[in-house]
Each structure stands twice: as C-alpha cells, then as structure tokens.
C-alpha cells in the first residue's frame, strides 16, 4: 500500500509567482486535504476535494485553487504568491465518511 | 467548530506513561475528540479517535471524561521517537475534511 506522497519537497518562488503543488493519495482514497502550516503553527484548513469537486474551503483567498483528478490526485494552485505564503503545504488523504486523514510529508514553499 | 485547549509543552522521562491533556468544554454531542502527532519535518500523523467511551489501540489510549469536556492522552511507555508535537482535535461529521489545529503540546521525551 502507497502512502501519500507530495512533489515537490521543496520549492522558493518570488512575489507575484505561480506555484502548483502536487499529491498523489493513498491507495483507494477519493478525498483530499490541503493544509498550510506556517513555522510554529498548526496546520490551517485550505479546502477538500471529492469526486473532483470543492468539498469544503477554509479561510483562505480565491487566488489559492484545486484540482483533484479521477485517479484521486491532486494539485494545489497559488497565484500572485505573497512573502506570507512561505509554508509547509500539506496534503491529506481519505476516504469520504472515513475519520481518520492520512498525511504526506508537505512541500516546503519559499517566497523571497 | 469546538475549540480546544492544551498545555504548550510537556516532559517525559523515556519509559514512563506520558498524559497528555486537553480541554474541550465546547463540544457538542456529535463532535468526535482525534488526537493527532507530528514528528519534526513530518506530516501529522494519526493516532486514536473516541466519541464518549475510551478507546485503545497500538499507539495510545484515550480517555474521555464522564461530561465530555476534557479528555487525556496516554502513551503508556513513551520512547524517544514519541518527541513530537501532539494535536488534540474536535471534529463533527457535518466539519467535511477539516480538521482544526490548535497549537498543539510539545511533548519532550528525555533519556
């Protein structure tokens, strides 16, 4: 069985760049989870996915979007990035009606 | 959504239960208590969830009270590898995928 696996592991970017981060869920999961987790703080809720459509959203901007494909996989999309985008982007994977989230290891994102 | 609250760090000496507490006094009937831990540079990591009875399994237990609006986290023989941080979550079936993290407890295990 394959966990969730994240690409990349780390990315820096400039103010005003694009980014697209990528997720690959764990075998016969259909939901996905992304999180934003800055330096010493908790994971914060971005928004989820099922059946490829937005499942739920956090408080975040229109300029952070998702995609999530039929094999379950899925991307998160960041415009016009801010320096308070820097982050560990955090993916999780589940089935729908499940409790428990399986996490991968996150993109380590820099904005300079 | 529940909020929750807990201690900002803990020590442990290697070998010894680690009690880990949190207080969710806002919870409501159908909100479930998860505990969650993150290893240094690692995505979290499940561990046990409970609605009103405790439950065990490989990892922990999980002890809630009789009124609901606190429970404890037992690592009954904690190890080195167990250092991380450890997330105490109030999560409703009607919450979809999201899960709110508070600030966690820094759970020091020492030698």
């Known amino acids: 069985e394959t966990g969730v696996t994240q690409s990349p592991t780390h990315l820096i970017k400039t103010r005003g760049q694009q980014v697209t981060l990528r997720c690959s869920s764990q075998?016969?999961?259909?939901?996905v989870s992304w999180y934003q987790q800055a330096l010493g703080q908790g994971p914060q809720f971005i928004f989820q996915?099922?059946?490829?459509?937005?499942?739920g959203r956090g408080n975040f901007p229109p300029r952070f979007s998702g995609l999530q494909f039929p094999n379950y996989s899925s991307e998160l999309n960041v415009n016009a990035l801010e320096l308070d985008d820097s982050a560990l982007y955090l993916c999780?994977?589940?089935?729908?009606?499940?409790?428990?989230?399986?996490f991968g290891p996150g993109t380590r994102l820099t904005v300079l | 959504d529940a909020k929750t609250t807990q201690p900002p760090s803990m020590d442990c000496a290697e070998g010894r239960a680690a009690n880990l507490p949190c207080n969710h006094s806002?919870?409501?009937?159908?909100?479930?208590v998860y505990w969650y831990r993150q290893i240094h540079s690692q995505g979290p990591q499940y561990i046990i969830h409970?609605?009103?009875n405790n439950e065990t399994n490989e990892m922990a237990s999980l002890i809630i009270t009789e009124d609901r609006k606190s429970s404890t986290l037992i690592l009954p023989h904690a190890t080195l590898r167990d250092t991380a941080v450890y997330y105490c979550?109030?999560?409703?079936?009607?919450?979809?995928?999201?899960?709110?993290f508070g600030q966690g407890t820094t759970l020091q295990v020492k030698p």
């Open positions: 999780a994977s589940s089935l729908q009606g499940s409790r428990e989230q399986f």
């Open positions: 075998s016969g999961h259909n939901t």
């Open positions: 996915y099922y059946r490829e459509e937005e499942n």
């Open positions: 806002t919870i409501s009937g159908n909100e479930y």
């Open positions: 409970g609605l009103k």
């Open positions: 979550i109030v999560h409703g079936s009607s919450n979809t995928g999201k899960l709110i």
